[in-house]
């Protein structure tokens, strides 16, 4: 287990749809493993592979004392809403009004491929819905109402971190589109 770098906004991984899990091995437990460690380090409430580099779909939560993971999921929403404050820990010290459904239904699988079926609301799933839009290379601020999006532009332009150099991107050891192990 291992704390890793996390991606910081402009890094093109971030933005680049995930490949699904298919093969269930110790690889794939490392990943979860680094993933939890490096979101209870954050501290954060969850963290998508793509925010340690690593281009499959695999995210990690921690809400209300639950601690999970959840691989290639599939969401089912509630038609109800729900508004509240967001951050992302690839967005460090920055958070935004930001609407999402207020009921999920994650179907997905574990780190040994058995399925999993997730059913949370408020803020677990708040989380889910974050963490399945990073695997789809899509970021909370992509979801802000105009004139909020233009504020976040604007406030991670002006950040600390923005001058940061984008890290390398990992190559995931894990068969993905396209390429072959």
Sequence with gaps: ?????????????????AAPVTEFDRELRQLVADLTD?????????????????GLRVFTYWVDNELGHLINPVLDLS??????????????????PTTRALRVVAK??????????????????RCVQHET?????????DR?????????LRAIRESAWADEAPPQIRISPHATAGRAT
């Excluded at 287990?1 to 749809?17: C, E, K, S, W, Y």
């Excluded at 380090?41 to 580099?53: K, T």
């Excluded at 967001?86 to 967005?91: A, D, N, P, R, T």
């Excluded at 574990?110 to 408020?122: A, D, F, I, R, T």
């Design 1 to 17: 287990m291992a704390i890793q770098p996390i991606r910081l906004f402009g890094d093109p991984v971030l933005r680049t749809p």
């Design 38 to 54: 490096t979101m209870q380090d954050a501290p954060g409430v969850g963290l998508a592979a793509p925010q340690i580099g690593v």
């Design 79 to 96: 038609d109800e809403e729900q508004d509240g404050e967001e951050g992302c820990l690839s967005i460090p010290g920055l958070s935004f």
């Design 108 to 125: 997905g699988q574990n780190m040994y491929g058995e399925p999993v079926e997730l059913v949370g609301s408020h803020l677990l799933a």
């Design 133 to 141: 839009d990073h695997l789809d290379g899509i970021l909370f601020v």
């Design 144 to 152: 802000l109402d105009d004139e909020t999006r233009r504020a976040a």
